[in-house]
Each structure stands twice: as C-alpha cells, then as structure tokens.
C-alpha cells in the first residue's frame, strides 16, 4: 500500500478530517513532515491520498465520500471499551489501516515517550523519599 501522491510528483497528502480531543497533531514534530503534506483542510479531502479519522469523535463518517484509491485511517489511543465503534465491522470495514496503540494494529502508535526524553528522564538521579506512602499489591486471580 503507497500513497498516491509520489507517483504524480507531489508530495502525498494526508488529511486529517477530525481533531484528537479539539487539537491536531503537530506535524512539523514528524518526522517525515518534509516527505507529505499533512492538514486539517477538508476542502483538500478529494485530493488526499490519505484520510485519518479520530475513532473517538468519529460521528460524522457516514456522509464522507470516499474517493477511488484514497486510504482511510481509524485512529484511536482508546480501548475498544471506551471507543466500542472499533469492534463494530460495519463501520470498521471502511477503513484500510488501523493506527492504535495495540501491537498487533497496522501502525503502532505506542505511549511510550520519544527516546532522548526517556533517557533523560532516566539519567536524573531520583530524589531520596523521606515519608511514609500507603502500599499497594494487586493479585490476579483465574476468572472461571
């Protein structure tokens, strides 16, 4: 699976067509935000290569066409309890790609900190506790 756009000579487009929680990504922070046009403007969504929906406030996808050769992302860093859309295959069917923080999704989208921000979080020294905390254990147990 490609992006369209290289194959014309200009730089793929990727819309994103709702927000994550009111706010986008910033993109420039990309990595690749030199290789792809990345934007929010739906004006450009029969021209996008690819389309990202954020599952979680997904409510409008049933009136969004889909153009020929166009590939559409189901974002979601929810569980599929809290965004039960995601285990729905009527709606799931729509999508090419699945970006979400489970190992086994398309594109893995982890929690996990950027590299140097671990690293340096890691290397300050951690500071003495001087007070006493309640202790917690967790058990599991089977489930029968």
Not at 62 to 88: L, Y
Request: hydrophobic share 40%; with cysteine; net charge neutral.
């Amino acid at each position: 699976m490609s992006l369209g756009g290289a194959a014309t000579g200009r730089k793929a487009i990727i819309l994103f067509y709702n927000s994550f929680f009111g706010s986008y990504p910033d993109w420039a922070s990309f990595p690749c935000s030199s290789e792809y046009h990345f934007t929010n403007n739906r004006e450009l969504l029969g021209d996008a290569d690819a389309v990202v929906f954020h599952l979680p406030q997904w409510n409008e996808i049933g009136t969004v066409p889909k153009r020929r050769g166009q590939i559409w992302v189901a974002w979601s860093m929810e569980s599929r309890g809290h965004t039960p859309v995601r285990n729905d295959p009527a709606i799931m069917r729509f999508f090419d790609v699945q970006m979400t923080f489970e190992r086994s999704a398309d594109v893995w989208c982890s929690y996990l900190p950027k590299r140097e921000e671990w690293e340096a979080a890691v290397s300050k020294p951690i500071t003495l506790k001087t007070g006493t905390a309640e202790a917690v254990m967790f058990q599991p147990r089977r489930v029968t």
